[in-house]
């Protein structure tokens, strides 16, 4: 299975500023014959189901801000919220769709200082 | 607009079999574009995908769930559903179907979740 290892598991950052999260693959998800990246970024509030926000490492789903970003390839990604609004504390969750088993990080927790 | 729905049973005893359905509606389970599946989520806890279905059935299964899980769908009904068997307490968890967008290129062919339904909790306790 590809493990999936998300870094910090909780940060808490203050209004406007920058929150980043760190996604790693325990194996590249880079499919080299169309050099995509197969990973999502979800977001999940309390009660809520996830949602998705980012695909194909990098490309926003739609009606999501333009202030949520993705990046990073091969093994490595970061979700960057580049101006935190308040609606954005949440659960952050990082999957690769490369292969079954599709896994999960095990979530990192964004909350507002 | 696409929604899922979870029904089921919200308590379970240990040793039985979980059984879920999730209706679909605001359009067709019969499509070519996507695979529709099961994720849970144990209180707490991250995210773990059970296994997808295709609506002409074709099936794809997480290895360590594999002998206990099946996947089925009924496309008159626009619903697929979920069977787990021999439960134990490591069970409990939110259950959510979802659709996951279907592309060829790579391995597998079941990628991201783009709609996910509120989730129903499974209690398995005697």
């Known amino acids: 299975d590809i493990v999936m290892t998300q870094s910090p598991d909780s940060l808490a950052v203050s209004l406007g500023e920058r929150a980043t999260i760190n996604c790693r693959s325990s194996?590249?998800?880079?499919?080299?014959?169309?050099?995509?990246?197969?990973l999502a970024w979800y977001q999940q509030k309390p009660g809520q189901p996830p949602k998705l926000l980012i695909y194909w490492a990098s490309t926003r789903e739609s009606g999501v801000p333009d202030r949520l970003s993705g990046s990073g390839s091969e093994t490595d990604f970061t979700l960057t919220i580049s101006s935190l609004q308040a609606e954005d504390a949440a659960v952050y969750y990082c999957q690769q769709y490369y292969t079954t088993p599709y896994t999960f990080g095990q979530g990192t927790k964004l909350e507002i200082k | 607009q696409l929604q899922l729905q979870e029904s089921g049973p919200g308590l379970v005893k240990p040793s039985e079999t979980l059984s879920l359905t999730c209706t679909v509606s605001g359009g067709s389970i019969s499509t070519t574009t996507y695979y529709w599946g099961w994720i849970r989520q144990p209180p707490g806890k991250g995210l773990e995908w059970i296994g997808s279905i295709y609506y002409r059935g074709t099936t794809y299964y997480n290895p360590s769930l594999k002998s206990r899980v099946t996947i089925s769908v009924d496309t008159s009904k626009n619903q697929f559903s979920l069977k787990l068997s021999s439960v134990t307490a490591a069970d409990t968890a939110v259950y959510y179907c979802?659709?996951?967008?279907?592309?060829?290129?790579?391995?597998?062919?079941?990628?991201?979740?783009?709609?996910w339904g509120q989730g129903a909790l499974v209690t398995v306790s005697p």
């Open positions: 194996q590249s998800v880079l499919y080299s014959s169309n050099n995509q990246n197969y």
């Open positions: 979802a659709r996951h967008v279907q592309y060829a290129a790579g391995p597998g062919g079941i990628r991201y979740s783009d709609n």
